[in-house]
């Protein structure tokens, strides 16, 4: 039986009458009002009944066709094509973003105290756009041919000799894998090492992202305590003498923003070495030290090769490439080609061209020098103005990182004020949802790359009249 169809046509339209016509129809399957297997009019016969040319219907039909809405079955007609069964209203799942009180709008320019994105007006983006057009012309005339699943050995070559230079890390390209993000080295690391089931050292607090990829691998989180000379390798053992991994960030410890000691770093290391466990080191910031130089990388005191390396471009680049690097123990990189090879491949090779270009005409270094003293100077401006602001009703720390660490009173519900001062176009982040065990204190992260001076006074008041709310 041919379906009634109910189609509007407007030809005072802009949209072409094949367009509308297909619209209709397609909106009336995706509704559920034309169920599968429904048989529909010969475009023939619709065109007689809207009064239009039959080539009109056909276009439309055949561009639903094309995308599966209907199928055509010859002198059987034209019936609506069996769909996923249209779920109601109040079943549709809800998009709601991942970690929301952590990332509060993907995709969108970041809001003022957002943490972990790079200055938006002050990156280099002519000369940026020039790096990538090139890099663009040259992925187009490579050779056509399976890339190198470890990252292009350019940027390998040149990640090897910038950490050499700024980490004092001593490894060669063969070491070096070019990765998704921290997130691509993470997954590596766990699927190369057969990591699943096992335990894992987690700082406290630390990074919720990172936690979570660990718990959802299979692994046991273990929260060892970070004092200020970092992670407490003694509370460490106490708790998890044979774990198998522990995942540190020895540079700036986040959130805290404290280095981890060297005293730790070599009690580090030898449990690692006694206990044959491994070592994730999250290198951030890399050298991104806004207070002097920074302190070498961890990896440039590991002998014994269980020391992990991993680094990113997010935070010194842009968080949109995606583009990470691993740096692996010689003894093990051979495996650790297999899985990328199988499993994780390294991304764009416009990308890789272009990041190695960047790094190898200086500009990468010379963009640092710049951010280190601008996020310097934006750090001050904050904690002036929050010093003014709040006049000494809450403790307000200078973090070694890129953020400024505020404490709240007891009972304050950190993550209740974040979410409430999105619609203000500010986007602090709790502290709470970094810790794993209850924490002893609440406070707010607040992000310095992309502070407006125009705006900051306003921003601070407005921040500090939803904390003093809070406390009602």
């Known amino acids: 039986m041919t ?14 009458l094949a367009l509308q016509i297909h619209a209709a129809i397609r909106d009336a399957i995706r509704e559920g009002q034309l169920a599968g297997g429904a048989r529909l009019p010969s475009w023939r016969d619709l065109a007689a009944q809207l009064g239009i040319a039959r080539g009109t219907v056909r276009a439309a039909y055949e561009r639903l066709s094309d995308e599966q809405w209907i199928l055509s079955q010859g002198a059987a007609g034209t019936h609506v094509a069996d769909r996923m069964p249209v779920l109601a209203a109040a079943e549709q799942p809800k998009d709601r973003p991942p970690f929301p009180e952590l990332f509060p709008d993907f995709e969108n320019a970041p809001l003022a105290f957002q943490m972990g994105v790079p200055a938006q007006d002050a990156f280099p983006f002519t000369l940026w756009s020039r790096v990538m057009v090139r890099a663009a012309r040259k992925a187009a005339v490579a050779p056509v041919g399976y890339p190198d699943p470890r990252g292009h050995p350019d940027l390998r070559r040149e990640i090897a000799a910038y950490l050499a230079i700024a980490r004092g890390i001593r490894c060669t390209p063969a070491q070096v894998l070019v990765t998704n993000g921290f997130a691509g080295s993470l997954g590596l690391i766990i699927r190369t090492l057969r990591l699943e089931g096992r335990s894992a050292w987690f700082e406290e607090p630390g990074f919720p992202l990172t936690r979570s990829a660990l718990q959802l691998a299979g692994m046991t989180t273990i929260p060892v305590p970070v004092d200020g000379e970092g992670l407490s390798v003694t509370e460490g053992i106490r ?9 540190v960030t020895p540079g700036q410890q986040a959130p805290l923003g404290v280095t981890l000691s060297l005293a730790r770093r070599l009690a580090l290391l030898g449990w690692a070495r006694q206990a044959g466990a ?3 080191e999250d290198d951030y910031l890399s050298e991104l030290q806004l207070k002097g130089r920074a302190a070498p990388a961890l990896a440039s005191l590991d002998q014994d090769g269980c020391v992990l390396h991993a680094g990113s471009f997010s935070k010194t680049i842009s968080p949109a490439l995606r583009l990470g690097f691993l740096v692996v123990p010689a003894a093990v990189a051979e495996a650790f080609g297999t899985i990328a090879a199988c499993l994780a491949p390294a991304p764009s090779a416009a990308l890789q061209h272009a990041v190695a270009s960047f790094l190898a005409e200086g500009h990468y270094l010379r963009h640092l020098r710049r951010m280190k003293r601008l996020y310097s100077a934006r750090r001050e401006l904050l904690l002036q103005q929050l010093q003014e602001t709040a006049e000494g009703a809450f ?7 890129l953020s400024v660490r505020m404490e709240l009173p007891p009972g304050t519900d950190d993550i209740d004020i974040a979410l409430r001062a999105l619609p203000f176009g500010i986007a602090p982040v709790p502290l709470s949802p970094w810790y794993a065990e209850p924490p002893e204190r609440r406070g707010l992260l607040l992000g310095i790359t992309n502070l407006a001076e125009r705006r900051i006074a306003a921003d601070c008041a407005r921040l500090i009249e939803l904390v003093r709310l809070d406390g009602r």
């Open 3 to 16: 379906a009634p169809l109910r189609i509007q046509i407007d030809r005072s339209a802009k949209a072409p």
């Open 239 to 247: 708790r998890a003498p044979k774990a198998a991994l522990a995942v």
């Open 278 to 280: 491994w070592i994730v």
């Open 395 to 401: 403790a307000i720390h200078a973090t070694g990182g």
